[in-house]
């Protein structure tokens, strides 16, 4: 692929498509976080469902198979809790299971592309919107699925619509070690990248994101020097100047370069409530509200962030907030102790966003002294 004469094009659509950020963090008591935001043009009236173990699943038969074809099923090896997308029980946008394994279904706009399934192995297929939900059922490590994907033992993964959309995906695990992939379905065919900077958003594919990465070496934590020119000196105008020319709009190449400077350079963590709380300060930084990433065919559909999910692999819990509210809220997997299929609104009406403290005040001391 020559991605040199493709890329003017490709930054000029991703400014009016949809857009999705993960970051991974990892504390110094080992705790590994996964955060992720969610954009869509719409409201995807997403669910957090949580399964137990050994509940059954059947995959949806393709249009090439016949409906009286046996479809491939599976019982859950673990406990997983994932969000939905159009109130649907098929659609694993992102979630997590008590193995400590995380999957995210990112968009990938313009590059993907699915298998075809033969009428003989319509057994062995499952399509895109159910295939994380998949892997989290059945696998508890990247290894696990590292090793799955070399035996050449993964079913066929073929393109599902969902109320008249398509959802062109690809996909970022990773587990409780830091162990992290992304699997892609393309022109190129099927192909397993190793996650080495725990930071992936949309198109095009990883390897191009590796690529422009390079033009970003001059990004610093440090500030830089003043500039000497004969004898004038010219100190920076003010700190943050080693992320001098760190992009600031909200295409995915711009988004990932931005999101992975701050995931280096921010301070370590010491454990996971604060990789927790840094994961949401991060995903702020590329965070959209409605109305700043429209287009001309679409101008009243324009991107913005609907949730926002972090997940700390280590102690399995699901952290979230939307859109509409910012208080954070968290399930933790251990807690939940029901044999059945359970589900909460990630959007609900009835959450508050504000907490009133007037009546905290209290009285102060004045002080004059400077």
Not at 321 to 336: G, Q
């Amino acid at each position: 692929m020559k991605f040199a004469l493709v890329v003017p094009i490709l930054l000029k659509l991703f400014l009016a498509t949809d857009a999705c950020t993960e970051i991974r963090v990892t504390a110094e008591d080992k705790t590994v976080v996964v955060a992720r935001s969610m954009e869509f043009m719409i409201d995807l009236m997403s669910d957090i469902i949580v399964e137990p173990k050994d509940y059954p699943h059947t995959a949806e038969l393709p249009k090439t198979c016949s409906r009286s074809s046996p479809a491939m099923t599976w019982k859950n090896s673990y406990k997983i809790a994932y969000l939905n997308g159009l109130d649907s029980p098929i659609a694993g946008a992102d979630g997590q299971n008590d193995a400590g394994l995380s999957v995210g279904s990112l968009l990938f706009p313009l590059f993907s592309k699915y298998q075809t399934v033969p009428k003989d192995k319509c057994g062995s297929a499952i399509s895109n919107l159910n295939f994380a939900i998949w892997i989290l059922g059945n696998f508890g490590t990247v290894e696990e699925v590292r090793r799955a994907w070399r035996k050449d033992s993964f079913p066929l993964v073929w393109e599902q619509p969902l109320k008249g959309n398509t959802f062109e995906l690809h996909w970022s695990i990773t587990d409780k070690s830091g162990d992290g992939i992304i699997i892609e379905y393309s022109e190129q065919g099927p192909k397993l990248h190793e996650n080495t900077i725990g930071v992936m958003t949309n198109s095009p594919p990883y390897d191009f994101h590796m690529l422009n990465l390079r033009n970003y070496v001059h990004l610093s934590k440090f500030a830089h020097d003043p500039l000497v020119l004969g004898e004038t000196t010219f100190p920076a105008t003010g700190q943050g100047n080693g992320l001098l020319g760190v992009p600031g709009d909200l295409t995915p190449p711009s988004r990932l370069v931005r999101s992975a400077a701050m995931v280096h350079f921010a301070d370590k963590t010491k454990k996971s409530d604060e990789a927790v709380n840094l994961a949401f300060h991060i995903l702020n930084t590329v965070d959209i509200p409605r109305g700043v990433a429209a287009s001309h065919d679409h101008e009243d559909m324009a991107d913005y962030t609907s949730w926002i999910v972090v997940k700390d692999l280590t102690n399995k819990a699901m952290y979230y907030r939307s859109y509409e509210d910012l208080t954070i809220r968290v399930i933790h997997l251990d807690k939940v102790t029901s044999g059945m299929k359970l589900k909460i609104k990630v959007g609900s009406p009835t959450i508050g966003g504000f907490v009133d403290v007037t009546g905290d005040l209290q009285g102060a001391q004045a002080h004059t002294e400077l």
